[in-house]
């Protein structure tokens, strides 16, 4: 069954068709590459399936329901959360806070029992904190739950921008170059990272990447942007061939 | 690990509270024995509302990350309500009873005030609250000037005009006389219930910062777009912190009615300069740090008062201006938070185009 399904979404801007007629149907449990050469609308795509922009036309679907032209915090409440190609964390919190923005709107309790330090505030921010330390585990960033976000060396504040969003327990994860400037050792970690996330929280990635290693190793179908039309769509085998391909890329 | 965390913010916190209970027992140690000049102790009351004006300012510009220019604006509306709620109640009910009521309506009438001007601003992607609140503050005290309210056996009348249009009956009182403001008051201020309020306030922001809305409210300081897409509502947590960060300023401005006898709306003390002069406070404290601001309203609100003997002294209090100004322009959080505010400005010139999200 489709996940996520997406037609027809275009957006232009000023006189530049920055995405255009952009399809995609990805399946739950799958792990989904979108790459292109720089500039081929592929962030767009994803400020588009998360309410950044609204689109000029097409429709987005996730799980049957029609999200088209919801706002950002609904969007990410209806089960989509993602990174950020340019790292977008809470820098002057800690790293546990930060997970623990992303937990917000699954564990509650009052303004008043916040201010007041009634029971449920000690009761939720304890779950709160083992859950956080729960996922910052997964990423091996536990002994840095006291950091500042911004003293976090580049690598793990990528990492900590996925558990963030994994902690909002989404449907559905964007990974925005989730290697950019990491070492070769760092990307190999990443990529047993992402699939571990997969199995273990039965997620459905789309994560776009310029590191071919990565998307071959990891992604099992694909699409290729370029001027924000769609190249090639397909089982990352076969697309990676697609002379088209192969030509876009080389002749980058 | 966290067992670890959680003790050094309440060991923080806790520093603070003792900070203020420290000063406080100084000062009843000073008064019983004679060591303190009758010109300070009138200074006592008026420190415990800048200390409040500067924490409670703190939470919108240091925690939210928003330029308020206007918070004398909130502490106006709330020293006028309590002032007209203690008015009119005199002799009707116990002293401190009175006073706590006054205390509660300057708090909502100026949290309630908060959220009317937060709802548009607040909404908009871009920092105009600067511009508003400035402009609110200006109209709030300029609107108090020609306000007549008076009192008679067939309840309230008001007026814009003067004290005759009010067509006040034989018994009939003038409470609110325009520019000539409130007068005969209570005096139900003192210091003791300055720093009462001040552990109040305190206890009401620390926790709030340390608590789940605390951290949705520092995570939109931080990065809104990120907060966004993290599921957090950005108006509402917003407004939750301005509204706040209101009522404390309108507790404040209670607190600052009931030490006068007569109540009026002047540029010195509810102008602009008022604003900008708590801000300051805010800025030489460290934006975002709560004890700073209670140390630095403090320091600068003595200063003056402590250099009155020398002739000079202007002198003095220009160089700390200075000096003042440099902290501001250098000190790496202000760096830090000017460029927040920058990227806000420029993304917000109206006409340019939405930024790039990357
Ligand atoms: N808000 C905007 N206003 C104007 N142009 C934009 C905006 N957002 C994106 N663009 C343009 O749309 C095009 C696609 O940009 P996008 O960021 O989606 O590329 P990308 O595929 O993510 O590239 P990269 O690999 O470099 O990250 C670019 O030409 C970019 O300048
Ligand atoms: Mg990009």
Redesign the interface.
Known sequence: MSLLEVKNLTIS??GLRAVDDFNIDIKRGQLYGLIGPNGAGK?TVF?LL?G??KPDEGIIKLEDKDITGL???D???AGI??T???I???????V??NV???L??H???S?IE????LPK?YK??KA??ERA?ELLKVFEL?GE??YLASNLPYGKQRKLEIA??L??EPRLLLL?EPAAGMNPNETGELMDTIRFVRDKFDMTILLIEHDMKLVSGICEALTVLNFGRILAQGQTSTVLNDPQVITAYLGE | ??K??MTKTAKNNFVTYFIVLIAYILVQILLKSGHMSSLMEGLLVPLCIYVMLAVSLNLTVGILGELSLGHAGFMCVGAFSGAFFSKCMDGAMPDGIRFFIALLIGAAVAGVFGIVIGIPVLRLKGDYLAIVTLAFGEIIKNLVNVLYIGKDNNGFHFSMKDSISLHLGEEGQVIVNGAQGITGTPHDASFTAGVLLIFISL??IL??IN??????I??I???R??????????TKYKL?AFSISAAIAGVAGVLYAHNLSTLTALPKNFGYNMSIMILVFVVLGGI?NIRGSIISAVILTLLPELLRGLSDYRMLIYAIVLIAMMLFNWSPKAIEWKDKLKEKYFSKIPFR??KE??
């Open positions: 801007f000023g962030t400020n998360t950044v922009y706002k950002t915090i969007i990410n409440k959360a993602r950020f190609q340019n977008r964390l809470f820098k002057d919190l800690t546990l806070d623990k923005v992303g917000h709107n564990y509650r309790y303004t916040g201010i007041f330090r505030y939720v921010e709160m904190d330390m536990d739950a006291d963030r969003a902690a909002t925005d | 690990m966290k670890m965390k206890f009401i926790n709030l608590s789940r809305d605390g951290r949705a520092m995570s300081r931080d990065n777009i990120a907060a966004e897409s993290t599921g957090i509502n950005i939750m975002g185009k939405e999200v990357k």
